[in-house]
């Protein structure tokens, strides 16, 4: 019953709000947040129709069709399988009343309209999206260089002369799983699915 009336109660319209910290439990996007996961809410923007919800692990969005409906439309994007970019922020004129800031999630291109007056934050959800977008870029381009390392190691293996004293399957087998175990701890490290750090070095509301 209270989230119903969140909007009269944080003051909001059509142009969106930073929704502050403390007001967390009367928006949407909270009951869909994974708290359960150890996932936590780092920014929240917030206007008649919408909600944008950017957790250390995803954006949640709540999509809107009128201030008047309660449909509402939900999308969880994680930061890990939807990369971030072309992240820009337009700041406002002398008679404007909204500031912008558009970024693209996977084939997902967002535009969002907030008050002018939240200028500072939104700076810092800037910094916070950018900062992420190159981690993930760099990650994606080092595990390029992993996965060509470990071809080229194991075409290399395979062209070699395999001792006669050596049985075939106990060697593939071993290379196998040294290849595999190899994989894996590359993509542990290359795939990061936790930003928290991120949002905690660059958000200061």
Known sequence: ???RVAADVLGLSDIGSVINPSDYDKVDADDYVLHEDNEKIYFLIKSKTDEYCFTNKALIHLDG??????????????????????????TAGTVDLDVEIKFVMGSEHYSIDVHKKHIEELKDLYKALIRISEICHENEV??????KSLN????????????????L??????????????????????CVKDFGFVFEKYINN
Do not use: C
């Open 1 to 3: 019953m209270f989230k």
């Open 152 to 167: 080229l190691t194991s075409n290399t293996f395979s062209r070699s002369a395999i001792p006669q004293d050596h049985n």
């Open 169 to 190: 399957v106990d060697n593939f087998r071993i290379i196998n799983e040294t290849a595999f175990n190899w994989l894996m701890n590359s993509r542990k490290k290359y």
């Open 65 to 90: 069709t009128s201030a008047i409906s309660k449909k509402r439309t939900l999308k969880r994007l994680s930061y890990k399988e939807h990369s971030i970019s072309n992240v820009t922020l337009e």
């Open 142 to 147: 080092s595990m390029g260089y992993a996965e």
